[in-house]
């Protein structure tokens, strides 16, 4: 799909190792073994599918497959047990003869093409519902926000699968539906990485691994599990939702980077309680088609209270400060007075700048390029003249002095022992004699 695969790739290993599997897992993070990171970069084609399978250690693939990896060198695998397509949305249009939505769905459909067990499909997503029609796989499995979808319901009443969205006094519940059992799975705001059921586009995450899990047999306790112990956390799903709480503002860290994924962010952003502003420091990739920066800006437009314009590290053919401006051009014809808006082009300062400028109970989300130096900028931020430091905070300065003063309470050594030194440390030596036991 086009938003949400590493996320839900991560949930499905979370869940997958909740059931004692050894995951294999390739994203655009890196390839990851049993969790543990392997390879870093961008790992989504097929040289990153082969290192999963030929190892030993793995006994479970998942595999999130990107469009460029397809176009340039195929999958990697010839078949799969399941297979699922998220959405279809404007990404990387104009590039490699790739210029509408119906043929970047053609080239996603693969990966449900191949599938031999189960297919899993965005039923709210009319380009991944017309790809049913090109699966030999034994079942297909509709997942769907809405629960009155009249396609959806008519695939229940015939025995289909389905990973549905329902209402209820709580919340909302994922419910499984299969063979004409109604299975109630986990309510929304018990996942960490909704956000309390706020998080939408990581609710449509969790159902698809859901959907997924389940076509393995796998138990409802250990899906459950799963969903429960993954959150998105920076060193868990680095530029997936990060959040940090620790300043008198939140900030919200996230690699939006195309106009569907930055709604779900802005979605969000509307949805979540802000006592003071909602601030954004807003950028698109530079080979991203004028009319997509225009509008991801016009989406952002009437959510934030103020703008930071900046550029990706990597311009990728535009101008030093071509994309930001573009940014900026569209945010003021759309209603935005122009000093609510910075145009900064390096991400660095970009982000310095938005942190300076955030007060107690901001919200400030950064859609980040180099999603470590942010983290970084983040994390270590500290706004001196906002929070002068005191004397409690300077470490003692006698502390030298202290560590070697005379010890009160002397280790008593015991007759028949003495003290060795090596490069270990020192140790305690009984002196046996030699015909001793």
Not at 64 to 85: D, F, M, P, Q
Not at 104 to 123: H, M, P, S, T, Y
Not at 128 to 133: D, R, S, V
Not at 279 to 286: E, F, K, S
Request: aromatic share 6%.
């Amino acid at each position: 799909g086009t938003n949400g695969k590493t996320t839900t790739s991560r949930m499905l290993a979370s869940i997958m190792k909740s059931a004692g599997f050894t995951t294999g897992m390739t994203s655009t993070d890196g390839v990851y073994i049993d969790g543990h990171l392997t390879v870093k970069g961008d790992m989504t084609g097929p040289t990153a599918a082969q290192i999963v399978l030929r190892d030993p250690s793995v006994d479970f693939a998942i595999m999130e497959t990107a469009r460029g990896g397809i176009v340039k060198r195929g999958l990697g695998y010839s078949t799969c047990n399941v297979g699922a397509c998220l959405n279809i949305s404007a990404d990387h249009l104009g590039q490699r003869g790739i210029d509408t939505l119906e043929q970047l769905a053609q080239i996603k459909r693969v990966v449900v093409e191949v599938a031999q067990d189960c297919v899993v499909l965005n039923a709210d997503d009319i380009h991944c519902l017309e790809m049913a029609e090109f699966c030999e796989a034994k079942q297909i499995c509709y997942v769907t926000i809405d629960s009155g979808h009249g396609l959806v319901r008519e695939h229940i009443r015939q025995g289909g699968m389905a990973v549905v969205l329902e209402k209820g006094i709580n919340g909302e519940m994922i419910t499984i539906y299969d063979n004409g059992a109604h299975i109630p799975l986990l309510w929304t705001h018990l996942i960490p990485a909704t956000i309390e059921g706020k998080a939408m586009h990581n609710v449509q995450n969790a159902m698809f691994a859901t959907a997924m899990a389940y076509s393995f047999d796998t138990s409802l306790e250990n899906i459950r599990q799963g969903l429960r112990i993954f959150n998105t956390s920076f060193y868990q799903a680095p530029g997936r939702l990060n959040i940090f709480d620790e300043h008198p503002f939140k900030v919200i860290l996230d690699y939006a980077h195309n106009p569907a994924a930055i709604k779900t962010i802005t979605d969000l952003a509307g949805r979540l309680g802000v006592k003071g502003k909602r601030r954004l420091v807003l950028a698109m990739p530079g080979d991203r088609r004028d009319e997509d920066i225009i509008e991801a800006a016009k989406i952002v437009a009437s959510t934030f209270d103020s703008f930071v314009c900046k550029a990706d590290d990597d311009r990728r053919g535009r101008g030093h400060d071509e994309v930001p401006m573009l940014l900026k051009q569209t945010l003021q014809a759309s209603g935005v007075d122009a000093k609510d808006i910075q145009v900064i082009p390096s991400e660095a300062d970009a982000v310095e700048a938005a942190l300076v400028s955030c007060t107690p109970g901001d919200l400030l989300i950064i859609l980040g390029d180099n999603i470590t130096r942010c983290w970084k900028q983040i994390v270590h931020f500290n706004n001196v003249s906002e929070h002068p430091g005191s004397d409690m905070d300077k470490p003692s300065s006698d502390f030298p002095e202290k560590l070697y003063e005379p010890i009160e309470h002397k280790f008593e050594l015991q007759e028949g022992t003495r003290i060795v030194q090596d490069e270990r440390g020192v140790h305690i030596v009984v002196d046996r004699e030699e015909d001793a036991d």
